[in-house]
């Protein structure tokens, strides 16, 4: 079409001519010219459109001037005004509809080009037939998805089904592993996982809503079948209430996500071969803590044979001999379980947890060392200390930790006496430990360094340990710090804040 | 020998549960039991008088069982010890061994290990008692004698006939006969050899 309308124009200026100057119709044929305007905006440039305008103006002249030069009627100069203001105003409009449309396929252009050429992957879609559906279903008098979700279960995949996809972008492509639209258009409903029902679920609910957007973050299979995490927007413009045109924008951030969970098993994997060789510390007395009743239970289970097997059984002294005997097990298991959990080798948990009881359960576990060092322990222990959302075994790790400093700080022979004192508070909107020992000390230039990772001042230390306790902390949104005054003991301290949750 | 018919053992050791365990064990086999829960608590309750022996933990709060044996030692208390120990004790074992404990048993031990440790221990403390009332006696039975007897006697257990002895006290070899008869029966001997031993025994009680 484009190509001929120059010629079709021509000649419908030319038929329009002839007819206005060789026939002597009381009319204004010259009008007509406006088609010809009309047909030169779908080729002619602005520049051109004006000429044209003005060359159908000039036509009409002359044609005026041949046919009634000398003695111009009224009537004939009427109509050639006419004429001239129509074909002029049609020229005014359609140099503006051009400039409009200018400025329209330029942004079309832009926009063509972003969507082309972005970093984010696009794919448009149409959700016609799922917002026909949501509007189905709302008549038929559900309140809200949630309804729907009880009643029909199956209508999250129904909508997947419903969803068509219309155009991608090459990142889009790139991002499924997809050859070309066709095959990501076949790929479609397998590409969402069923970890992805609740995002379809929170999706439609944004329709229902009439949400303009939608954002959140899944897990998605590529066209190979292969996992990738997705940042996504489905962004519903307010404008197209009908949803035949949804923009879903989607970032790829599998490697991000990778490298943050690589970080964060790296993370729990120190934290439990630190914990690992803390108990490797600790083993001697923990094999005491076990061997204890088992000696007990061994002994007992003797002396009550020997009681039932004298000429007059005592079978009271059997009885007491087996009740002990429970009571041991008991006691060597409740060890056991507590070393199980903390060399146990889980990642970190979110639970609400009470400071005081996991402190009481970490000094348990390294009793024996702060006795066998000749150190007369105080607890003060909050009976009620609010609860605070950490894991449990990573705050007994950080626990055991300052403590075993804290003996290690007092071993040196030179230290006249050994005190320890563990509390826990509540300091403000916190909880917070404490441990204070009465050892060497610290000096103060050290204080900044103490929780650097590979500092240490221990002959055989590794230097993880405080390192690990702080990232700990920090992990629970806590904070830890250590103050000292050379010679006089140092003090430890931690805290945990109420109601946030763990970052870890 | 006080007549007190059975024996007497002491159990010292922190852990309570352990310490009865070891107490009913004893009592089945008709001993007589003593528990304590610090080596303090021991002292403060004085040497026993009749025959008995120590089981001691060799860790305990406050002071070693190994410190502790030293200074039992250093008290002249020479009650037989028998040790327990737990895992990685082994040098602390070798010590104890070295300043003279009597067994040491690995916990968790077989209680007939632990009876026949302490029945050992306990027969040792035996030989002790009764070797320390024989000499006790003996040495009633040398303060009996006179200072002349007592001259005698210390030159006739070197080998001295009676009449060097007379020429050396200046006194005749009738007399020294007659001293020498005396200080035979008074010591409850019959001959030279056995005087000899006896004088041997008693010479480290008398400080020469």
């Keep these: 079409m484009s190509r001929f ?68 009627t009224s ?60 509007h189905q279903l709302k008549s038929q008098g559900f309140a809200d998805i949630r309804a729907v979700a009880a009643k029909d279960p199956s209508f999250a995949s129904k909508a997947i089904a419903m969803m068509k996809l219309t155009k991608v972008n090459n990142t889009a492509l790139t991002t499924f592993s997809a050859k070309d639209f066709n095959t990501l258009k076949a790929a479609l409903p397998t590409l969402i996982g069923e970890d992805m ?13 009439g949400r303009p957007v939608y954002e959140s973050e899944t897990m998605m299979n590529d066209v190979n079948g292969d996992r990738i995490a997705i940042l996504y927007n489905v962004a519903m413009p307010a404008d197209r209430p009908l949803l035949d045109t949804v923009l879903v924008s989607i970032v790829d951030v599998t490697a991000r996500r990778q490298a943050e969970n690589e970080l964060h098993a790296a ?64 006691r060597a298991s409740e060890v056991i379980k507590r070393l199980r959990t903390l060399s146990s080798k889980t990642t970190p948990q979110a639970a609400p947890v009470n400071l005081s009881e996991i402190a009481a359960e970490s000094i348990a576990l390294v009793q024996r060392e702060i006795t066998s060092h000749k150190i007369s322990l105080r607890t003060e222990l909050a009976r009620k200390l609010p609860l605070v959302i950490g894991d449990r075994i990573q705050l007994q790790q950080v626990i055991i ?58 002959a055989d230390g590794m230097g993880m340990g405080l390192s690990i306790c702080r990232s700990i902390v920090t992990a629970h949104g806590g904070r830890i710090s250590a103050h000292s005054e050379p010679g006089n003991g140092a003090s430890f301290e931690f805290t945990i804040p109420l109601q946030e949750e763990p970052v870890s | 020998m006080t007549g007190t018919p059975s024996p007497l053992v002491f159990v010292v050791d ?37 025959e008995s022996c120590l089981v001691l933990d060799i860790r305990l709060p406050g002071v070693s069982g190994l410190d502790f044996q030293t200074q039992l030692a250093k008290r002249g208390n020479t009650i037989p010890i028998v040790f327990m120990t737990g895992h990685g004790d082994v040098p602390m074992s070798v010590r104890a061994m070295k300043a003279g404990a009597l067994d040491f ?61 007379a020429g050396q006290l200046g006194v005749s070899e009738i007399t020294v006969k007659i001293h020498r008869g005396h200080l035979m029966e008074k010591m409850g001997v019959r001959t030279l050899a056995e005087l000899v031993k006896i004088y041997q025994m008693l010479r480290p009680e008398r400080g020469i």
């Design chain 1, 5 to 72: 309308s120059p010629f079709v124009a021509m000649f419908i200026a030319v038929a329009i001519f002839a007819l206005d100057t060789l026939t002597t119709f009381d009319m204004a044929i010259a009008v007509l010219y406006v088609t010809v305007v009309l047909l030169a905006l779908s080729f002619a440039t602005k520049k051109n459109l004006l000429v044209i305008g003005a060359g159908c103006m000039g036509l009409t002249l002359l044609s005026f001037a041949v046919s009634h030069g000398e003695d111009p």
């Design chain 1, 75 to 134: 009537d004939a100069t009427a109509r050639c005004f006419v004429s001239l203001s129509a074909i002029g105003i049609t020229t005014f409009l359609a140099y503006q509809v051009k400039t409009g449309i200018a400025i329209l396929r330029e942004s079309e252009q832009r926009y063509r080009t972003i969507f082309l050429a972005t970093g984010v992957a696009i794919l448009e879609m149409d959700f016609t037939l799922v917002k026909a559906a949501v």
């Design chain 1, 197 to 209: 029902e609740g995002a379809i679920w929170a999706l439609l609910e944004a329709i229902w809503d």
């Design chain 1, 267 to 330: 993370h729990t994997e120190l934290a439990h071969v630190t914990r690992i060789a803390t108990l490797g510390e600790l083993t001697v007395s923990i094999a005491h803590e076990v061997n204890q009743p088992l000696a007990a239970i061994v002994t007992n289970g003797g002396a009550g044979l020997r009681w039932l097997k004298r000429s007059a059984p005592d079978l009271g002294e059997v009885e007491t001999a087996m009740q002990r005997m429970i009571a041991d097990a008991g």
């Design chain 1, 401 to 458: 930790n300052l403590i075993l400093n804290a003996i290690q700080a007092m071993a040196d022979p030179a230290v006249a006496t050994r005190t320890l004192l563990i509390a826990t508070t509540r300091a403000g909107d916190a909880v917070q430990l404490n441990v204070r020992d009465s050892g060497t000390g610290f000096a103060a230039t050290k204080a900044a360094h103490l929780f650097d990772a590979f500092y240490t001042t221990k």
């Design chain 2, 14 to 50: 922190d852990d309570v549960s352990l310490r009865e365990a070891l107490g009913s064990l004893f009592r089945s086999v008709g001993m007589q039991v003593e528990l304590f829960g610090s080596p303090a608590e021991f002292l403060a309750r004085g040497p026993a008088t009749c």
């Design chain 2, 105 to 165: 048993l690995m916990k968790p031990f077989r209680d007939q290990d632990m009876l026949d440790a302490v029945s050992n221990a306990l027969a040792l403390d035996r030989e002790r008692r009764a070797a320390e009332s024989e000499l006790s006696t003996l040495r009633a039975r040398y303060d009996s004698l006179t200072a002349r007897e007592r001259e005698v006697i210390a030159l006739v257990t070197t080998g001295l006939m009676n009449k060097q002895i």
